[in-house]
């Protein structure tokens, strides 16, 4: 294979690798976040646990794996990207250790203080991450200012523009929403209802942030220059999505609520990704200093070898988690005898 | 302090953190699997009591593990940004293998380890919990090859277009000696931190009169298992010392204090050094063990750290080349004197199975023998990352070269304070933890909680 296309794979299964994370991992911190206010009683929250419980760790190896592919595929854009982004990653690493270590935590001990402790973490360290994350994919598309170095020469402040923070809030009011949808799908009885009617008020807060961010991306992005006025089916299609969820919640049409906000997350990534490409990391100093997939790769032995290793990994990795999404498919209930934990 | 100080504490500092909780994973889950294998087979309860009551502390330990590894994969290009430049076509390959190969597989098999039983038929619940124990030491496997590559790098070429590190021979990366040394010795010694966890823990319950039959299951395996497991840990790591002769002689003469070539080499029992901490006030030395040490032979030469650091400065230009001798000496030293001092202890351990030492006095004190992993894993890593200074990847990229040039001290004092922070509050937890399902015992960790206090929460079983 020519080097050229191999440099183009790895993106595209770099792509692949965040989309999967997003949408797996999306509906963990939606979960995350939600559950000090949609279980009022212990075993509430234990079932809203239990839902995500099995997989959630599995879910997010995936983002693990984009960064070690990153690092292997284009170790110019790993190293440009996670030394730029310092101070946001580490707080990104903070809210995931407090979630991760209160998952399993919070039900090893009865005192309520423990448990209360625990449940806050995971809302406010899954609210980080969502928050972090939206904001720094933001920033990549809005343009970074790296110089010729390939260093980046701003600090955090530099990545809390407006556009950017929109961003943030956006991922964190979809994954929101895409939290309420999946526990109206995983739940049952009063809880599930619950969870319904926080969707509908979440789809009000997400369709309107989603739609603004829509607008902004024309005024803080090159998409004019790089795409035209018109973006394409694929970023109509996020927004058309978005907009139709609210037709599936109404009509307790779970499923599909659910499937259409992962829709929505997979468009929005792929959108992304399409304005990104070729490039990986935008300067705004001058586009000459942009990194590429060009100038971030590894060598073509590299790429070649590593192609080889997720050829192999990638369907095994698939074909077992997607047994675990097989085995735990039921509806979770908060009757205590068949909680986990 | 400056940048490079600041990273090299904070990498130190999060490193030796995160290796306290893996070695009992790597071992631990071991035990877990085969206790649950044997209820399989005898269907005997106090196996299935033994793999839930070792599940729930493997669980608790497992946790910090994971959680604190995030970190790690995530500070190369954090703080090493110009490091992951250079060597990235080569070292981002083990890492994104060990992400494939065996984070998901670890991770995933965990969930359906501990949700599934019951939901799943038991053969796979049993399954499970070998995949969770295989991929946690593969990955040990990958990131041990990754740093097998810093300390001895192969299978690369120097670009000299782009001025970096490019992977020419992926099996010679994947075959790296060194990578398997560690491998061989890390396994190893998972094994025997799991081994003296589960020691410590069945005298603790044994002496106190609780669930005797249990726990003498427990110790009699536990020393077995920590008797083979602690040799093989003495001879990787005798091996490794004599693949490093060979590849890392500076390594080599750091940890020993040996600052003159010689053959006949002697072996320092004690050094003192002046405050430099590369300087030697008095020592006590015995002739020609060092030699054998070295390469089994009593007369081979083993070169001093005046002479390689004149070999280096002719090498690679001018320069200190000598690691901090003071801490490769003594690490080397508490590592060794506890590797010994374990394979000792197992064997006695063995030893006393044998008779009835169920109401021994000396099982009052054998709770405290679950520190000693601890200190000689600390120790190892130390010596072998302090030790290959002033290199970042050994005769190809200095520490202070790999650095990321854009942080400030302000970042990296608000990310070792944070991290601190956070990983002081996870210990205290999972000391809690641990203490309280320990104490609480088997029959307990049977049930989703120990706590039996009803008032409490409104929802106890």
Redo the contacts between chains.
Sequence with gaps: MSYELLQTIWFILIAVLWIVFFILEGFDFGVGMLLPFLGK???ER?AII?AI??????N??WL??A??????????W??????????A??LL??G???R??SF??R??????KW?HTFDWMISIGSFICALLLGTAFTNLAHGLPINAD????G?LFTLLNPYSLLGGVTMVAVFLLYGATFLTLKLEGELRERAREFSKNLYVLAAIVVVLLAFFTYTSTDITTKIGINPGFTPLATIVVILVTTFFINRKMEGWAFLSVATHILLTQVSFFTLMFPRVMISNLNPEWSLTIYNAS??Q??LG??SI??LI??PI?LA??GW?YY??RKRISTD??T??? | MDIVTLSRLQFGLTTVYHFLFVPLTLGLSWFVAYFQTRYYQTRDEDFRKLAKFWGKLF??N???G???G??Q??Q????W??Y??Y???????P???????A???E??????W???EN??PEKAHLASIWLVAIGSNLSALWILLANGWMQHPVGYVI?EVNG?A???D?FALATNPKGWLFFWHTIAAGFTAASFLILGVSAYHIFRKQNVKLFKISFHTASIVGLIASTLVFFGGHTNGQFMYETQPMKFAAIEAHWETSSAAPFSIITIGDLSGKQEIWSLRIPYVLSFLACNNFTCEVKGTDDIQAEYEALYGPGDYVPLIVVTYWAFRIMMTIGLLMMALTALFLLATRGKYENAKWMKWVPWVIALPYLANSSGWILTEMGRQPWLVQGLLKVEDGV?????VV?LW??II?YTL?YGA?AV?MV??MK??IKAGPDAALH??V?V?PT??????
């Design positions: 009683k212990d075993e234990r239990n419980g099995p997989t959630w760790d599995g997010e190896v693990l794996t960064g070690g592919a990153t690092f292997a595929a284009f170790p110019h790993y190293a440009t990207m996670f030394s730029g982004f310092y101070l990653l580490f690493v903070i995931l250790i407090i991760g270590i399993e935590y039900s090893k001990d009865a005192n309520p448990r390939m260093i980046y020469t600090n590894s060598s032995y590299t070898v590593m290793v997720a990994f990638v990795i077992y988690q675990a085995i735990f205590k005898k909680l986990v934990y | 669980l608790i497992f946790a910090i994971v959680v604190t995030i970190v994969e995530f190369f290009g954090m703080n940004s110009e992951s430049r060597v990235g076509d080569i070292f981002g390959a890492l994104a293998i060990e992400a494939l190969m984070f998901f597989m991770s995933t098999f965990l969930g359906i501990i949700f599934g939901k799943i670009n970096r490019e992977l020419v992926f990321s040039p854009n942080l400030t970042d608000i990310s944070g956070v996870l937890a809690y933890l309280k399902y989703e909680s706590d206090a409490l929460v409104g929802s106890q079983e």
